[in-house]
C-alpha cells in the first residue's frame, strides 16, 4: 500500500513543453546506460530517479494495479548509494539504478512476500531471497513488489491473470481492460511503462516470456539453477526461475549478469556448467554481429499454420525471419520437434508441477521466521483461501490447490519420476534438444505465444523480444472469466529465442541483434502514459 507520508512526498507536477527535457532521459523509455550517464554527470540524483519513479506508479496504479507495495526504505537506500558515488564507490553498472521485484521474492524488510494471498501478509523472512540480496549488492534499488497471478497462476481454474487477492486486477496499459498476461503481470506493466529501470519476474511455464510479449519488452527466462529460487515462493524446484523482464535486451542482460550465479541455498545452481572466472559476460554478449554465421531452427510443426485471426502474428514472423537473414544467420526450415503431438496430449508437466507443489511450498513456509497466520502446508493455504473472504472464493475456485492434494504421491515417488524422465523426452530428444542436434542449430526462433511450453518441461532458457502489435481492425475479445480484453487492437506480441541449457549468452545475443534492426518496441505506444518525468523532481530534494 502507498500510506500517505509518502504520497505527500511526491510532487504531482504534470509534463512542461517537452523541449525541457533535453537533458533527461525521458522514463518511458530510458536505458541504464542513459540513466547511469546522468547520474554521472550529476544531472539528477538517484533521489530523484526514486522520487520520480514513484511519483508514475501513484499516477497509474488507481487505473491498472500493478504494484503492491512501495518499499518505504527506497529514499533511505537511493540516499546512501547518492553518498558512496559522491565518494567515487561504484557498486556496478546498476548503482543507484530502481528494480521492481515480482510480489513472490522475499525481501527481510518491511515489505510483505505473499504471491497475493492474505495468508503471508505480515510473514517474516529470516534474510533477502538470493537474487534480491544480489541486486542491492550490485548497487539496484529494490523500490516495490509487483502485483501478479496469484500464487503464481496455480491456484485456481477459473480466476483471472493478473488477478491477486492482495493486490486486485492488474491491467496491461495497451488497450483499456487489456489482459496483462501472467503470472507476472505487474513486473510486464511495470517495466513496459517505465515505472522502474527494469523488473523481475519468475517463471514455471510461460509467466515471464507472456506478460513480457504482451506488454511490448524483453523476458529472459533464464535455465533452472542459473538464477537462486531459494525464498522466492515456488511452485516448482524441476521448473521454477526467476529472470529479467526490461524495455530492452541489453537492459535484461545487465539485471540477469546481477542476478545469475551460485547459491548455497538452492543447491540446483550448483549444475552450473562453468567456473566464476569463466563465467558468460550478458551484456557483452550484446553485439550487432552476433548472429552472423549462426544457424537458427523453425520448427514448423510447433508453430502451427497460418489462419485469419493468427495472420498478424504470422506474417510479422515471416518478416523477422528475412530480418534474421539479413543479419547473417542460416535459417533452417522445419526443424521440426519430433515427438511434438505426444507433447500437446502429454499430463506430464501437470503431475511434476503438483507432485513438486505441496513439499516445494511447505519447505519455504518452514524457513518464515514469523508466520502469523500459522500456515505450514498447502492444505493450510487452501483452508485459509477458502474462509477469507478477500480471497474471492468460491468465485475464483482452488482447482490447482485441489488437483495437487489429490495426488497421492510426491516427488520423490517412482510416479513422479517416470512423469520427469517423459518430460525430458517430451522436451529433449523428441522436442528442442533433438532439433537442435539433428539440425547443428545454435537455437531456434518461433512466436513468443507458443515459446515456453517446450523449455519449460526441461528448464531451459527463453529470450522474447517485441515483434508487434494486433492490427487497429481487431475483434475485441475477453478472457475466459469474461473481466479482461484478452485479444484487442493494438495488443503487443513477441519472438522468441530458445536453445540448450545454460545457453543465455547467445540467446541474449540474438535478440539483441534482432532488436537493433528493428525497434519494434518503439512503434507500439501505451494508451496511458504517466506524465512524471525527472525534470518535474529535479531539486524538490
Ligand atoms: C547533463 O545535462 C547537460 C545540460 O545541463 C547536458 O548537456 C548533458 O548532455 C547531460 N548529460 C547526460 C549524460 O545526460
Ligand atoms: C505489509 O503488510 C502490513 C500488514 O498489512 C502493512 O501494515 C505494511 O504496511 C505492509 N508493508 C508495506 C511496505 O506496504
Ligand atoms: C474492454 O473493451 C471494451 C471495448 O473497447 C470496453 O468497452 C471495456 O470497458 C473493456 N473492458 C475493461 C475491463 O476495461
Ligand atoms: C538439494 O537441496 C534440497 C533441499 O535443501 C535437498 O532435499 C536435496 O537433497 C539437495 N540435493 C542435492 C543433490 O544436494
Ligand atoms: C515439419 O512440419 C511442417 C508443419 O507441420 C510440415 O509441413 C513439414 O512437412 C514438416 N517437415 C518435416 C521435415 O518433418
Ligand atoms: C493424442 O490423444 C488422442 C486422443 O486420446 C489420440 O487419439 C492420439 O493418438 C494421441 N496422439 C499421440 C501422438 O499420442
Ligand atoms: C480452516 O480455516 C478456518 C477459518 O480460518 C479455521 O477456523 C480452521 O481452524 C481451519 N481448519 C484447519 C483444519 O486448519
Ligand atoms: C469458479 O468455479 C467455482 C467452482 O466450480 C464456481 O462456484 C464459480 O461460480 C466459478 N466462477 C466463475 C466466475 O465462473
Ligand atoms: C494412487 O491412486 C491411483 C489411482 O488413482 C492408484 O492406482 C494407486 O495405486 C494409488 N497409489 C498409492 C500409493 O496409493
Ligand atoms: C484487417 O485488415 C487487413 C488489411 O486491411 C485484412 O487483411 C484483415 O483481413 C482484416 N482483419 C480482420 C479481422 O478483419
Ligand atoms: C493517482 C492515483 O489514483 N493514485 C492512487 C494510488 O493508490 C493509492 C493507494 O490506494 C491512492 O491513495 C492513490 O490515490
Ligand atoms: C502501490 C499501490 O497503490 N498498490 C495498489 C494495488 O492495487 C491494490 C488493489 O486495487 C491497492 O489496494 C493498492 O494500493
Redesign the pocket.
Known sequence: ??SAWLLTKVFVVFAPLASVYAQYPLLLDATADELAAGLEAGNYTSLDLVQAYVGR??EV??TL?M????NPDAWSIAKELDEERACGKLRGPLHGLPVLIKNNIATADEMNNTAGSWSLIGAKVPRDATIAAKLRKAGAIIL?KT?LSQWANYRSSNSSNGWSAQ???TYGAYYPGQDPSGSSSGSGVSASLGLAFGTIGTETDGSIISPSQLNNIVGIKPTVGLTSRSLIIPISEHQDTPGPMARTVKDAAYILQAIAGPDPYDNYTSAIPWAKSTAPDYVAACTLDALEGKRIGVPRNAIGTRTRSSAPIFDAFEAALTVLRSAGAIIVENTNYTAYDEYLNSTAEGTVLDADFGPNLAAYLAQLTYNPQDINSLEDVRNFTRNFPAEEYPSRDTAEFDEALALNFTNTSPEFWAAYQEDLYLGGEGGLLGALATYNLDAVVVPSQIASGISAIIGGPVVTVPLGALPSNTTVQTNARGNLNATAPNIPFGISFAGALWSEESLVGFAYAFEQRTMVRQKVKPYLVPGIEIENVVGSF
Open positions: 500500500m502507498v506508479i501513484i496504479n488507481s494495479h504494484v503492491v507495495e512501495i516495490g502485483n493486490g486486485g486486477q
